[in-house]
Every structure is written in structure tokens, then in C-alpha cells.
């Protein structure tokens, strides 16, 4: 019996490890960043492609462009500026441009120019530019 037990502390401490925040800082933040694909799933499967970026500037606005590419799309580019800031390693953002409602979106991988964000209800599969 007490090795189940002891079996379940180690697989739960490993599955928490594996799923941990990576902290973020403003610096990795700042630039130009490819979205691309986002998902409702953390491994990205079921993924929509897309083709947007994201500007992180260092004055805590960051600018996100959408290109639509479909002849049938009734805009082909959207544009849209938004407040952010870092904070307990976390990314702090409005949820959407004119409304003061902010996200937070965390971090759970990082490594060289890959990112991937899980914010509330997606998580964004990114690539410095």
C-alpha cells in the first residue's frame, strides 16, 4: 500500500513539473512574433492555422496584424493595439483593443525562439521573427 501511495506523490510531482509556467520577462516579450497556429489543446492538435503577428513594444503596447488571404473575406487585414505588462513572470494583456477587461497568459514553453502562451481559453504556438 505504501508504495502506491508513494508511486502516485512521484507521477503527480513529475505531471505538475512537466505542465510548470517557464517565467517570463519583458525582454523575451520584446519584438516581433509569428502566431503560428492556435489551439484549444496544449499539445496543438486540432490547431487553426494563422497568419498574424504579435509587436511587443518596451512602452507596454503591443500590436497585433491579422491577413485575411481569402478573396472572399470581407477585410483582408485587421489591425489592433493593446496594452500588456509582465508580471510574476506572466503575461498581462487586454483581452480585446478598447475595452479595459486584461488576460493573463502564461508561458509553458520556451525554448530558443519557440514559445507557446496559454492564455485563458487557447493557447498560442509562437515564433520570434
Known amino acids: ?10 507521477l503527480l510531482f513529475l505531471s505538475s513539473s512537466v505542465m510548470a509556467d517557464v517565467p517570463l520577462t519583458q525582454a523575451d516579450l520584446l519584438g516581433t512574433w509569428q502566431i503560428d497556429k492556435e489551439s ?14 504579435w509587436e511587443f513594444r518596451a512602452d507596454g503596447t503591443m500590436e ?4 485575411d488571404k481569402d478573396a472572399n473575406a470581407r477585410v483582408n487585414q485587421m489591425r ?15 483581452a480585446a483593443s ?16 519557440k514559445l507557446v502562451l496559454k ?11
Do not use: H
Open 1 to 10: 500500500m505504501q508504495a502506491k501511495t508513494l508511486l502516485g506523490a512521484v
Open 40 to 53: 484549444v489543446n496544449s499539445d496543438g492538435s486540432n490547431a487553426r492555422g494563422m497568419n498574424t503577428t
Open 64 to 67: 497585433g496584424i491579422t491577413e
Open 80 to 94: 489592433a493595439i493593446l496594452n500588456y505588462s509582465v508580471e510574476n513572470g506572466k503575461l498581462i494583456k487586454q
Open 98 to 113: 478598447g475595452r479595459s477587461k486584461m488576460e493573463t497568459c502564461a508561458a509553458v514553453e520556451k525554448e530558443g525562439s
Open 119 to 129: 492564455c485563458p481559453s487557447v493557447y498560442f504556438f509562437m515564433t520570434k521573427k
